[in-house]
């Protein structure tokens, strides 16, 4: 019967319902409080270890977070230090280019019988020439005020830049002092081949002293009586200025007629 009642739920009515006045539904009461109380105080505990168990799970999470950002930041410099790696790489492959290619050239060039220039290494820098030219239009002007002041050739200078033969060398006049040809304050020359946009890394180092002999005598190029040497900073800032100047309004190029 106990276990009928129970099925159905009616001796947990009877408690919760006991007669008042009846010492029996009081001992009933006071036994079914004391076990609500206990239930109580056993949920209390309960969401105290809950709780407990919340912070700690907060605790892991922030633990996590910092390992998370810690591997982002060691992703990122192995990132970084996979980028430096790479350049410097490439940058030594650039530099075993530049020089294969300069000591080709120059071994070519002090194989040749015809004595049109010669070539001398600065402090015995493979990366910057001092170039001397020796054949120029003897009809020219400019060949005429050679032999009157006493020059045989004109200087002049050729930088390499790291990634030579891909880009173009800085070339400069440095003696004499000449005036219109194409050359331009501090000694800078204004040929079109000598920029970014206009350079082949098929060009040699021959081939751009030729193209320079010619302009030269084309653009009526005459010794200066100044006395004032070409400079180097100089011939930099105004090579600068043209190219820019050139990249906005473009080159004009000559008749097929004129060379």
């Not at 001992?27 to 407990?52: E, F, P, Q, V």
Request: proline share 4%; net charge positive.
């Amino acid at each position: 019967m106990a276990t009928l009642l129970r099925k159905f739920g009616l001796i947990t009515r009877l408690q919760q319902a006991p007669e008042s006045g009846s010492p029996k539904g009081s001992r009933k009461a006071l036994r079914a409080g004391g076990s609500n109380a206990s239930s109580s105080g056993s949920s209390n505990n309960n969401n105290t270890i809950n709780g407990g168990g919340s912070s700690s799970s907060n605790n892991h999470g922030g633990a996590a977070g910092g390992r998370g950002a810690h591997n982002e930041a060691d992703v990122r410099n192995n990132v970084t230090s996979d980028g430096k790696q790479q350049q410097k790489q490439q940058q030594k492959h650039s530099g075993h280019v530049r020089a294969r290619r300069l000591m080709k050239e120059l071994q070519d060039l002090r194989r040749t019988s015809e004595r049109f220039l010669s070539v001398e290494l600065v402090e015995d820098n493979l990366f910057e020439w001092n170039v001397r030219l020796f054949q120029i239009d003897r009809e020219s002007p400019l060949w005429q005020d050679m032999r009157d002041s006493g020059h045989d050739s004109i200087l002049l200078n050729l930088t390499f830049p790291e990634n030579f033969p891909f880009s173009p060398p800085f070339m400069r006049v440095l003696s004499p002092r000449i005036d219109n040809g194409f050359v331009l304050d501090g000694g800078a020359i204004c040929m079109e081949l000598l920029t970014p946009r206009g350079w082949s890394s098929a060009y040699t180092v021959e081939a751009v002293v030729r193209q320079f002999a010619a302009s030269v005598v084309k653009g009526q190029g005459r010794i200066s009586r100044k006395k004032k040497a070409f400079t180097r900073k100089e011939a930099e800032a105004t090579f600068r200025s043209l190219v820019k100047t050139h990249e906005k309004y473009g080159w004009v190029t000559p008749p097929t007629s004129d060379g």
